[in-house]
């Protein structure tokens, strides 16, 4: 049996670029920081905080995502949006998803033959 | 006494670009303070919930890095391998070169012999230091602009030839057998012209003449019949266990006469300890000392080192 490690990192290193995936489609709607989070964690995206907001900046400076100081609550919060440029790379993202389950699919098939 | 968060932020921003550390402020406040709300919300005292926030948000700079996309590391994959092989190549020649430059002039045209071997270590120590930091601080300044290298790309035309499947190098063999000849050489030759002349002027021999009949002999042999040893080795590609054995009773066959010798004080020749006062008084003694360890470190050494190769090559 594998260590606990092991398996800890293989998932990681599947589960990473993920974590892109699931706040583009996210931020479909609009969100800020931490809702993000939550929303992300209770649709089984489990991600640290300390990895998401610097992530929603640098996929800003990419220009996948708008952002949008919100003054009108209790406290200003800095609300992000999934932006035209981030939904054509979304959409690429997206159906390499699709081909690698497809991929996965076939083989595991493949070999049961 | 400012708030633990105010302190967080703070140290964040330290490490981040002026011109962006405004809006990762008021963000990184927002989202704490979301945080903390959480958990308030969830039955958690406030104090707790800030600190463990914080905990989990972890080191201030390692954060300001992901903020910033700076790497946590002097010398990335990128770099790594091409700092790596320039320091070693620029080492193996530099250092070297520089201290012999500097420990020959400082002999002779410094004229202080003494001291040229110091000089020589040091300069070149000093030298291996200044070229490891330069290059070093060089390829950490290339990992933080992120200058592409514009190198060739490896390709399979680098590769260098295989080595054979031989542990011991032919130049070690030759290097043996030569020692092994000159220590054969030298028994005859400090009988017949030694440097050392007793008061008629003719040479004395280093060595007890008396020994000639007894023990320089079977030291004769045992010198031979290693050569042979270093022979078969070289054939047989390495170091064998039945060899180790052979060897190591050569070694016992040389080094424990020897030592018997110089423990009772009857290797050197009687006339010659006469010859020389610092001999007599007490010298003989600790000569005998020295080189009795000198001759257990080397036979020790030598059947360790054979057992360590035997073990790699038999592996």
New interface residues.
């Given amino acids: 049996m594998v260590s606990d490690e092991i398996l800890r990192t293989h998932l990681q290193e599947l589960r990473r670029g993920t974590v892109v995936v699931a706040s583009l489609v996210a931020l479909r709607h609009p969100d800020y920081g931490y809702a993000l989070l939550q929303r992300l964690t209770a649709h089984g995206f489990p991600v640290d905080a300390n990895t998401l907001y610097p992530l929603l900046r640098r996929l800003e400076e990419q220009g996948l995502l708008t952002s949008e100081w919100n003054t009108e609550e209790s406290r200003p919060r800095k609300f992000y949006r999934t932006s035209a440029d981030g939904e054509a790379v979304l959409a690429r993202l997206l159906d390499d998803l699709a081909a690698v389950q497809t991929s996965v699919t076939g083989l595991i098939e493949g070999a049961k033959r | 006494m400012t708030s633990l968060t105010d302190r967080y932020v703070a140290a964040t921003l330290r490490t981040v670009p002026a011109p962006r550390r405004a809006?990762?402020a008021?963000?990184?406040r927002?989202?704490i303070?979301?945080?903390i709300e959480?958990r308030a919300a969830a039955g958690q005292d406030a104090d707790a919930a800030e600190r463990e926030?914080l905990t989990?948000?972890?080191h201030p700079d390692?954060?300001a890095a992901?903020?910033v996309?700076r790497p946590l590391q002097l010398i990335g994959p990128a770099y790594y391998l091409v700092w790596q092989s320039l320091l070693r190549r620029l080492l193996t020649v530099i250092p070297a070169v520089v201290g012999v430059v500097v420990g020959v002039l400082k002999a002779t045209v410094g004229d202080e012999p003494e001291a040229a071997v110091g000089a020589g270590i040091v300069v070149a120590f000093q030298t291996g230091v200044q070229i490891a930091f330069w290059v070093t601080l060089s390829f950490a300044v290339l990992e933080r602009t992120r200058t592409p290298l514009t190198l060739p790309e490896w390709s399979p035309d680098q590769l260098a030839e295989a080595p054979v499947e031989r542990d011991v190098k032919l130049s070690d063999t030759c290097a043996s057998i030569a020692f092994l000849l000159i220590t054969l050489a030298f028994l005859p030759w400090q009988h017949l012209r030694s440097w050392v002349s007793d008061t008629d002027g003719r040479g004395l021999p280093l060595l007890d003449p008396a020994l000639w009949t007894s023990w320089l002999p079977v030291l004769a042999v045992v010198l031979v019949l290693s050569i042979g040893l270093e022979l078969v080795k070289y054939r047989l590609g390495g170091w064998t266990w039945p060899l180790v054995g052979l060897n190591a009773l050569l070694n016992l066959a040389f080094a424990v006469p020897l030592i018997w010798l110089l423990a009772t004080e009857r290797l050197l020749n009687p006339d010659l300890v006469d010859r020389f006062e610092w001999l007599r008084e007490g010298g003989l003694e600790m000569v005998g000392r020295v080189t009795i360890v000198v001759v257990v470190v080397i036979t020790v050494w030598d059947v360790v080192d054979s057992v360590v190769k035997a073990r790699r090559h038999t592996r």
Wanted: proline fraction near 0%; charged fraction near 45%.
């Fill in positions: 809006e990762i008021d963000e990184l927002a989202s303070k979301d945080m959480g926030v989990e948000l972890g390692r954060l992901r903020y996309d």
